[in-house]
């Protein structure tokens, strides 16, 4: 019987369970994926933002701008990648400056630092790019951007250090209330609980419903975007967006913490809830709006597109909070953007609920920090010299693209939580994320993990679980 099991492991569930691994209690993380990072924190914008667009007085206000405040300490605890470079809301038509105020002192009201507004002079300055039509912009200089992959690992690792105990590719089945607890009936058996934190993403309506009889509906609401290589991450400095909608923040454009130029997302409603697809329309869509904000996107620099799923409920609000016909049942649920910028302080909050319901005692050698991968292009070229001296594998160039040593693979599937699959790989190390999007190193990084997982064979190699093998037969087999 554990105290406390978390049913998801994206950046909600993983920032829980690091909050709570500083506490004397058993726990244990439930995910139905074969790694954590498997669901709607793959595939956002990145934006860690400053907090002016939720609702002032709003959950997802507070803990926005709270999330936004710890995320550079926590990067340098944890060691993930980080950057504040600062966001700009761009106003291209005189008529609509009232919302740009309204956003302005909504952002005030919402205690963000140092928000402002600028006229078009000090915005060339900043950005030569922008539209010739912009006026004015809300400029707010805490906004920032993260790598989403690394922010989940890292607090995942962090509490898997400090005790959590995960299970992969384990689905929650239903959730039985029991006298004392819950019983949660998985693909893998079932698991005997005091509490139960539900932090499923898109499907956290259907683990709520499980316990409630006050339904919960979860609309998956897709956002799709185009990623350019390096060569045109220079292209804005800052965060661009365009003034909101009901629909969201509307299409952005960022530089990536990594140095590429990210474009989007749209945002359509749709029914299914693994519905990560791309289309025509929506990309079309990325690359005209972009335009309103920003000028000579270079469009023929695009590397990949890709789809997110925000996890979208009626009130647009987290829901973070004891399910009432369930006792000892906590939801974080709703938790669509901003949730990546608010997870740090997610965690905090459902952590100290739990203190409270449960008496939580703190632990006497919690362990606040976490070494990330080497990365010997972080090193100077003597260091690097040496490191390759002592250990050959960072001198083999396994992704020529990004420029991803096979030291840094080992690394990856070595450590904590290590890798299993391809994107397991590519997440962790970027092998595979860059221009030719893994078309050579592919094979590569196979060979390193049919020879580094104990028991695999080439066969149990998969691009990200499931059934995702790739090798599937030998050219012999269909003679
Ligand atoms: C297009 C888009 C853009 C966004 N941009 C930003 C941004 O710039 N900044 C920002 O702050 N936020 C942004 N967000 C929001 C942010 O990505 C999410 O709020 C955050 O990633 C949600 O994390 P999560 O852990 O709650 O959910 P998820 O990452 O989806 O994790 C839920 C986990 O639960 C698991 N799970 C589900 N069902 C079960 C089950 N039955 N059994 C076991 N496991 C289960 C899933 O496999 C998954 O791993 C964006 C979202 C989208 C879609």
Same mark, same amino acid.
Do not use: M, Q, Y
């Given at each position: 019987m554990y105290d406390i099991v978390i049913i998801g492991a994206g950046v909600s569930g993983s920032s829980i369970a690091r909050e709570l691994s500083r506490y004397n209690a058993s726990i244990c993380v439930l995910e139905k *994926?074969? +790694?954590?990072?498997? *669901?709607?924190t793959k595939a956002n914008s990145a934006i860690v933002h400053a907090g002016f667009d939720a609702k002032e007085g709003s959950l997802m206000a507070k803990l926005n701008v709270q999330g936004n405040a710890m995320m550079e300490q926590l990067s340098k605890d944890l060691d993930f990648p980080y950057k504040n470079n600062g966001s700009l809301v761009i106003c291209t038509d005189e008529s609509t400056r009232p919302g740009l105020n309204e956003l302005c002192e909504r952002g005030k009201k919402n205690g963000v630092p140092g928000v402002r507004i600028i006229e078009r002079e000090e915005l060339l300055k900043m950005e030569?790019?922008? $539209? +010739? @039509?912009?006026v004015a912009a809300l400029y707010a200089p805490t906004g920032g951007i993260v790598c989403p992959f690394n922010l989940n690992i890292a607090l995942a690792e962090n509490a898997y250090t400090n005790g959590v105990e995960f299970r992969f590719n384990t689905k929650v089945l239903d959730v039985k209330k029991q006298e004392n607890g819950y019983t949660i009936v998985t693909n893998n058996g079932d698991v005997r609980t005091k509490y139960v934190v539900n932090a499923a993403g898109v499907y956290a309506d259907a683990i709520h419903n499980m316990v409630s009889e006050n339904k919960m509906k979860i609309t998956p609401r897709k956002g799709e975007y185009c990623l350019l290589d390096k060569s045109a991450g220079e292209h804005v400095s800052h965060t661009i967006f365009a003034l909101p909608t009901k629909m969201g923040k509307g299409i952005l454009v960022t530089p990536t913490v990594h140095g590429n130029l990210l474009v989007g997302p749209t945002a359509t409603d749709i029914d299914n809830k693994e519905g990560v697809n791309t289309t025509r329309a929506g990309l079309d869509e990325v690359i005209s709006k972009s335009a309103i904000t920003v000028k000579n996107v270079p469009y023929r620099q695009v590397i990949t597109s890709f789809a997110g799923l925000r996890a979208h @409920?009626? /009130? /647009?609000?987290f829901i973070i909070e004891e399910v009432k016909d369930a006792k000892g049942f906590i939801d974080c649920a709703g938790i669509e953007s901003p949730g990546l910028s608010a997870s740090p302080a997610i965690g905090v909050m459902v952590a100290d609920l739990l203190k409270e319901k449960m008496n939580l005692e703190e632990k006497e050698h919690f362990i606040a920090t976490r070494k990330g991968i080497l990365n010997p292009e972080d090193l100077t070229l003597e260091e690097r010299n040496e490191l390759i001296k002592k250990n050959s594998a960072y001198g083999n160039i396994i992704c020529r693209c990004e420029m991803i040593t096979e030291g840094e693979i080992l690394d990856a599937i070595h450590?904590?939580? *290590?890798?299993? $699959?391809l994107d397991g790989v590519k997440r962790r190390t970027r092998a595979g994320m860059g221009r030719c999007q893994a078309g050579f190193c592919s094979p590569r990084t196979m060979e390193i993990l049919e020879r580094e997982i104990p028991g695999f064979t080439m066969y149990d190699v998969t691009k990200s679980g499931g059934d995702s093998a790739i090798v599937v037969g030998t050219n012999k087999d269909r003679v």
């Open positions: *994926g074969e +790694d954590v990072c498997s *669901g709607t030569p790019n922008i $539209s +010739d @039509e912009a @409920e009626e /009130h /647009h609000e450590r904590p939580l *290590g890798a299993k $699959s």
